[in-house]
């Protein structure tokens, strides 16, 4: 089972993974990932400030990137089952 602090990790790097992949860096003018993990629930919340004429729109990559975080995690979760059921073995 993975540690609350792994789960919030994971899911932060996995969303500025995207948010990165479909800006340069020096063109997002701001950017704010928030994780929290309490209780099982997983929330993440993408805030990106981008230029207008940025090829890519904000909120659809704010989206896209909360879904791959959360993604991420439920990954994370399957390994750690996976691993788990190996070890039982």
Do not use: C, H, W
Not at 58 to 65: K, P
Not at 75 to 81: C, K, P, Q, V
């Amino acid at each position: 089972m993975p540690t609350d602090e792994t789960v919030v990790e994971t899911a932060a790097e996995a969303a500025e993974g995207v948010i990165f992949a479909r800006y340069k860096q020096s063109d997002v003018k701001d950017f704010d990932v928030t994780v929290t993990f309490e209780d099982g629930i997983l929330d993440v919340d993408v805030y990106i400030n981008a230029p207008d004429d940025a090829d890519a729109d904000a909120d659809d990559v704010a989206d896209e990137a909360a879904r791959t975080a959360q993604d991420a995690v439920d990954e994370l979760f399957a390994e750690s089952d996976t691993d788990s059921d190996a070890n039982a073995a």
